[in-house]
């Protein structure tokens, strides 16, 4: 069961985290949350491979609309893109994490499946990603520092429990009730959330692509979460 444990860590709060960064490197942060938006498909996928779960057409059909949104979204800043810089570096570390975040969802799913759930779990696959994210940081030679000043706690404890103890254990508890494509659309709804925040802090200036791209992927999230009325319940209540 540990190896499970293990898997999740690496792929899900090691490794991919160190693509994110490097990703946001060389391209902007909205292609990177564009790759996210395809995690419900990334999932289902995913999900169809390793353990031959039916592909839904309308959790298919949502992710498509989210991914579409999403991109929408972000079409201003794809305009911008230096085709000639290093762009395919970013798009590959973006689409790595991508997929190393989906193979920490059919972990979840794997283990949940064998009857283990909670916080334990989800505290071993955490020690084991600290572990190989100390691990990788020290083979990189990158130096450990840590300021104490109140911006520097305050984020740390913010990111510590909030940002990863609170959301993966919700994200993670979503794989478990219904499954991995459909828990996946957070990765859809995710940027919309910091559009709105930005909007409040930031400034955010609202444009027709914003509102219409926000309107594509709620519609693709009624879709993918939606489950229909069973056909004989149907029948009787007419």
Known sequence: MHALFAAQGLTGFAISYVFVYHAERFI????????????PLVNLVLARALFGTRMSRRVA???VLGLAGIATIFGREFARLDLHGPVAIGAAFTIGAVLLSGL???????????????????AWAMGYGGAATLAIALALGRPLGFELGFASVASFVYLVVAGSILAFGA?????????????GYVGVMVPI???LISS?????????QTFA?????????????????PARATAAAA
């Open 28 to 39: 902007v942060s909205g292609l990177v949350a564009v790759g996210y938006a395809a995690s």
């Open 61 to 63: 059909a949502g992710g």
């Open 104 to 122: 920490a969802s059919m972990a979840a799913t794997r283990y949940h499946t064998l009857g283990v759930s909670g916080w334990g779990p989800l």
């Open 171 to 183: 994200f993670f508890t979503l794989v478990a009730r219904i499954g991995a494509a459909r828990a």
């Open 193 to 195: 959330v910091a559009l």
């Open 200 to 208: 409040v802090f930031e400034g955010y200036p609202w444009t027709w």
């Open 213 to 229: 791209g926000i309107a594509l992927a709620v519609a693709g999230n009624v879709l993918a979460l939606h489950r229909p009325a």
